[in-house]
């Protein structure tokens, strides 16, 4: 059972590339989520979709894009990398069927450098 | 907005130690989370917690959640190298998961 799977695991980027990160789920999860985690700052939520086929901002959704391609995956889009977002991304997914499991299942992250 | 605040920021102990980490909210927590992070990986879920007076325990590692539902604390007894790690505590605002509130993290390790 791999749980929650993201590509790449590293990237680097110049200012103005664009890219896509991947994540996919194999556990059925409804909800989806993009973090980032920045020294300091603790885990900001980028962008989360409660169900397949929605999507919705969260604290910091500058620059970035989301699309849920089906219930298993969850992708973030850089269109034009900047040295802000430079940090490291997390996906997680959780259940959400059930009210009092919030336990949310996390990636093992893809540290982003934007030059 | 409801701010976490995670003490110590680090903590250095020697194996068999014991240890306790604190999460202080500003606001009453609706349900407090524990998660642990290991350098260079995601997080992993360990505890939650909603109600006052509340502790979970899980191999070593005890939660509470005091009565004022304000505070939490996570002890770890006889502390070993594989405890080491971030210990992260997060809070959810009227149950509501993708609103999450985070503390900054404790950092720990374990010297054998």
């Known amino acids: 059972n791999a749980g929650v799977t993201q590509t790449p695991k590293f990237q680097v980027l110049k200012t103005g590339q664009s890219m896509t990160l991947q994540c996919a789920q194999d556990?059925?999860?409804?909800?989806m989520y993009w973090y980032r985690q920045d020294p300091g700052m603790g885990l900001r939520l980028i962008y989360y979709?409660?169900?397949?086929?929605?999507?919705d901002k969260g604290e910091v959704p500058n620059g970035y894009n989301v699309s849920r391609l089906n219930k298993r995956e969850f992708s973030l889009r850089l269109e034009s990398a900047a040295p802000s977002q430079t940090s490291v991304y997390f996906c997680?997914?959780?259940?959400?069927?059930?009210?009092?499991?919030?336990?949310?299942?996390f990636g093992s992250g893809t540290q982003l450098s934007v030059l | 907005s409801q701010e976490l605040e995670q003490s110590p920021q680090s903590l250095i102990v020697q194996e068999g130690k014991n240890l306790t980490i604190n999460c202080t909210s500003s606001?009453?927590?609706?349900?407090l989370y524990w998660y642990k992070q290991k350098y260079g990986e995601g997080l992993i879920f360990l505890m939650m917690?909603?109600?006052g007076g509340e502790e979970k325990s899980h191999e070593k590692i005890t939660a509470k959640l005091d009565e004022k539902k304000q505070q939490s604390s996570l002890h770890i007894t006889a502390s070993q190298p594989s405890h080491a790690g971030i210990y992260l505590c997060?809070?959810?605002?009227?149950?509501?998961?993708?609103?999450?509130?985070w503390g900054l993290g404790t950092s720990l390790a374990v010297n054998p």
């Open positions: 979709s409660a169900s397949e086929g929605t999507t």
């Open positions: 997060a809070a959810s605002s009227a149950g509501n998961n993708r609103k999450l509130i």
């Open positions: 606001k009453t927590l609706y349900g």
């Open positions: 917690l909603q109600k």
């Open positions: 997680a997914s959780r259940t959400a069927t059930v009210v009092s499991n919030e336990k949310l299942f």
């Open positions: 556990m059925n999860h409804n909800s």
